[in-house]
């Protein structure tokens, strides 16, 4: 059977067939080379695949600014997300061929500039992400990429390789294949980047019985949000419900190598135009799709209900009917689920919200109850996290320099020692001294310096290890670039400890003058003289050390460790 035809007609293909792709090859030894990140890579393989259909190459002027205004490409074609290709200015020669490599040195593709354009991070934010606050996880990565993206034709020499569930890594026009043999016209596409339980399991169940269709069960394998369960699990997770409680003639499950914004309403708009590409002809969309979780005043990035009705509002011209993610609630006495709206009056109703999962359930060992998951789930999920006071955490010290971060920090180091964790102290000088030496201190050498620290400090924490560092880190948007790196591993195991004292302090405590010569001009970029500090907007803990001593700042910090989970008793 033939499934609803492409977005825009046709999926678009970039790979060069076997009898271009010698010489290609060969060519591409001889030509200068572009190193693509994580997320171009991610893009670039669903450009290369039709994926992002009807896009055949990383977006030029005319279509990036008209996305960025009303989402819509030049030629009107309704495309709500920029896909770019950020490079340095200095890289960049018009009209001429250019190889693009993985991290390995690998050629994937060789891509002819055509144009180059510069760009601004504040206008694209606001217009595509509704926010400039660097505690949504993509500004942190902006603002690190180049200042100018360039367009042009790709051609595409391999694709970027994975080694993993290689069976269930399928190209759209694999998996529209695959769908067709299922026999039905209608597909429902489910959108996921967490482990699925049996509410999820009842709802995509009934949302393509609703529609006479097929179930794609197609979860994100690309970038996510930080502090999502990593893909190898989710994937298990997603194998083992597939294989024993979905009905296999009417559910296919692949895998989207997709690079996520977190841009709520646009991304959810974004997501339904890929999932026609692949062969939906519905799309599931749920509570906050594609949400970060909240801003740096402790308020939602975007309404709850926003992407459904966006998504909704384009349904016709997308040719994708949005299916809402409606909430399910567990009768106790029935053992079933139904929808909230129609429990019965006085029924007992139970559940469990995806905190509790971490923080009740997992954080502490306890075994998720049957009725919540499936016992595959539980298991995999209970390998995969330890319990909180056996996993690992990052203690971040900010503060000015002689604000007393690096003595605060070693009682914290003793302190957790004597109850028996392993520790690694990261202090800013001895950093400088070892893993950051030759490093000056302009804003571009400082932040490398703490990316440096936070890079090291998430192997930390990766291990189950606790990581302390105590470095000035004067500028709020790294600090928040090295949060992500940590919650990349885990959402809540970066804990910003400010030390707020007052810099009159500071300078009274500057054995070695560094304040009075920064004052006479001698020092130039020093942090609170002639360089800004950032103070953070809602750091853990705020520390006084002016009115309480370093053994009573620590003992504060192990007190909100406790409260979080991460220390007993």
């Known amino acids: 059977m033939t499934l609803i035809p492409p977005y825009g007609g046709q999926l678009v293909n970039l790979i060069v067939d076997e009898s271009q792709r010698a010489e290609l090859m060969a060519l591409a030894t001889h030509l200068p080379s572009i190193q693509l990140s994580p997320r171009a890579l991610c893009d670039l393989e669903l450009l290369a695949t039709g994926a992002f259909s009807p896009l055949d190459r990383f977006m030029g002027r005319a279509d990036y600014l008209r996305v960025l205004a009303e989402m819509r490409l030049a030629d009107g074609t309704l495309f709500p997300i920029p896909i770019t290709l950020p490079v340095d200015a200095r890289d960049v020669h018009l009209d001429r061929q250019v190889v693009l490599r993985d991290a390995r040195n690998n050629p994937l593709a060789i891509m002819w500039i055509e144009e180059a354009y510069p760009w601004d991070l504040t206008e694209e934010a606001q217009a595509v992400l509704g926010t400039t606050d660097s505690r949504h996880p993509l500004i942190p990565e902006m603002?690190?990429?180049?200042?100018?993206?360039?367009?042009?034709?790709?051609?595409?020499?391999?694709?970027?390789?994975?080694?993993?569930?290689?069976?269930?890594?399928?190209?759209?026009?694999?998996?529209?294949?695959?769908?067709?043999?299922?026999?039905?016209?209608?597909?429902?596409?489910?959108q996921t980047r967490n482990p699925l339980h049996r509410a999820h399991e009842e709802l995509t169940k009934?949302?393509?019985?609703?529609?006479?269709?097929?179930?794609?069960?197609?979860?994100?394998v690309g970038m996510t949000k930080p502090g999502d369960v990593d893909h190898y699990s989710r994937v298990r997770i997603y194998k083992a419900l597939?294989?024993?409680?979905?009905?296999?003639?009417?559910?296919?499950?692949?895998?989207?190598?997709?690079?996520?914004?977190?841009?709520?309403?646009?991304?959810?708009?974004?997501?339904?135009?890929?999932?026609?590409?692949?062969?939906?002809?519905?799309?599931?969309?749920?509570?906050?799709?594609?949400?970060?979780?909240?801003?740096?005043?402790?308020?939602?990035?975007?309404?709850?209900?926003?992407?459904?009705?966006?998504?909704?509002?384009?349904?016709?011209?997308?040719?994708?009917?949005?299916?809402?993610?409606?909430e399910l609630v567990y009768l106790a006495d029935r053992d079933e689920y139904v929808e909230a709206d129609r429990a019965p009056a006085g029924a007992r109703v139970i559940s469990i919200s995806g905190t509790q999962v971490r923080d009740e359930?997992?954080?502490?060992?306890?075994?998720?109850?049957?009725?919540?998951?499936?016992?595959?789930?539980?298991?995999?999920?209970?390998?995969?996290?330890?319990?909180?006071?056996?996993?690992?955490?990052?203690?971040?010290f900010t503060g000015l320099s002689g604000a007393g971060k690096s003595t605060v920090a070693e009682a914290l180091v003793a302190m957790l020692m004597e109850r028996g964790r392993q520790v690694t102290l990261l202090d800013g000088d001895v950093v400088r001294t070892h893993l950051s030496k030759g490093l000056g201190f302009s804003?571009?050498?400082?932040?490398?310096?703490?990316?440096?620290?936070?890079?090291?400090?998430?192997?930390?924490?990766?291990?189950?290890?606790?990581?302390?560092?105590?470095?000035?880190?004067?500028y709020r948007a790294t600090r928040d670039a090295v949060r992500r790196m940590i919650e990349e591993i885990?959402?809540?195991?970066?804990?910003?400890?400010?030390?707020?004292?007052?810099?009159?302090?500071?300078?009274?405590?500057?054995?070695?003058?560094?304040y009075a010569r920064a004052r006479r001009g001698e020092i130039?970029?020093?942090?609170?003289?002639?360089?800004?500090?950032?103070?953070?907007?809602?750091?853990?803990?705020?520390?006084?050390?002016?009115?309480?001593?370093?053994?009573?700042?620590?003992?504060?910090?192990?007190?909100?460790?406790?409260?979080?989970?991460f220390l007993l008793g």
């Open 206 to 220: 009934r949302a393509a019985a609703s529609v006479g269709g097929s179930l794609l069960i197609h979860p994100v």
């Open 242 to 326: 597939v294989e024993n409680y979905y009905d296999r003639r009417s559910t296919l499950l692949s895998l989207l190598p997709l690079a996520m914004r977190m841009a709520g309403p646009r991304e959810a708009l974004w997501h339904a135009i890929i999932r026609r590409n692949y062969g939906a002809t519905h799309f599931i969309v749920g509570r906050d799709h594609a949400g970060p979780g909240k801003d740096s005043h402790g308020r939602p990035f975007y309404g709850p209900y926003d992407a459904q009705a966006l998504v909704r509002q384009y349904a016709d011209e997308i040719g994708v009917q949005m299916i809402p993610f409606q």
């Open 524 to 565: 130039k970029g020093f942090t609170g003289v002639d360089d800004p500090y950032e103070p953070p907007i809602a750091p853990e803990v705020t520390l006084d050390t002016v009115n309480e001593s370093p053994e009573r700042c620590a003992g504060r910090i192990i007190a909100y460790l406790a409260r979080a989970g």
């Open 143 to 190: 603002m690190r990429w180049g200042n100018t993206y360039i367009s042009g034709r790709i051609q595409v020499l391999n694709l970027p390789k994975a080694y993993d569930f290689i069976e269930l890594r399928r190209t759209p026009a694999q998996t529209r294949q695959a769908l067709a043999a299922l026999g039905h016209a209608n597909v429902v596409a489910f």
């Open 490 to 514: 885990g959402e809540g195991r970066f804990i910003e400890v400010f030390v707020d004292t007052p810099i009159e302090v500071c300078e009274q405590r500057d054995a070695k003058g560094m």
């Open 443 to 474: 804003r571009e050498d400082r932040d490398t310096n703490i990316l440096r620290i936070g890079f090291v400090a998430g192997e930390v924490v990766r291990h189950n290890g606790i990581a302390v560092c105590a470095a000035i880190s004067p």
């Open 361 to 396: 359930f997992l954080a502490k060992g306890r075994p998720l109850p049957e009725w919540f998951t499936r016992r595959e789930t539980a298991e995999i999920l209970a390998s995969t996290f330890p319990p909180r006071h056996k996993q690992g955490f990052c203690v971040w």
